[in-house]
């Protein structure tokens, strides 16, 4: 009988789970091992990827209300590099609401 080590096609569901649960959970420092190769490699690589995306949205975000709202810098706009979809949006949105600021006089 082959076992998760011998198969490297086996996604070990264990892991994937308490990862997604991290995830789920707002902690992005849960990553899946990037040994895998074969289609569980580009799965485990993805998932990664999307929780990383994840990660700098938030980490924009932040930056981006630290400027705005705390110093004033109505000019700032957040800098996500290859964002498209609903990750544009997101992005978009939070810069349709500074140009609201910078409108309304605020």
Known sequence: METQ??????IDTRLLLKV???FKKGDF???LPVEKTRTV???YDVLNDVIERHEN???ELVRVYGSV???????ERA??????G?????ANSMEGMIEGLKSSGT
Do not use: F
């Open 79 to 84: 800098a996500l590099s290859g964002a498209n």
């Open 5 to 10: 080590a011998q198969n490297p096609e086996t």
């Open 41 to 43: 490699g580009k799965i």
């Open 29 to 31: 420092s849960a990553r």
């Open 20 to 22: 997604l649960m991290a």
């Open 86 to 90: 609903s990750w544009r949006i997101n």
């Open 69 to 75: 709202a705390k110093e004033g810098k109505i000019g």
């Open 57 to 59: 949205m938030t980490n």
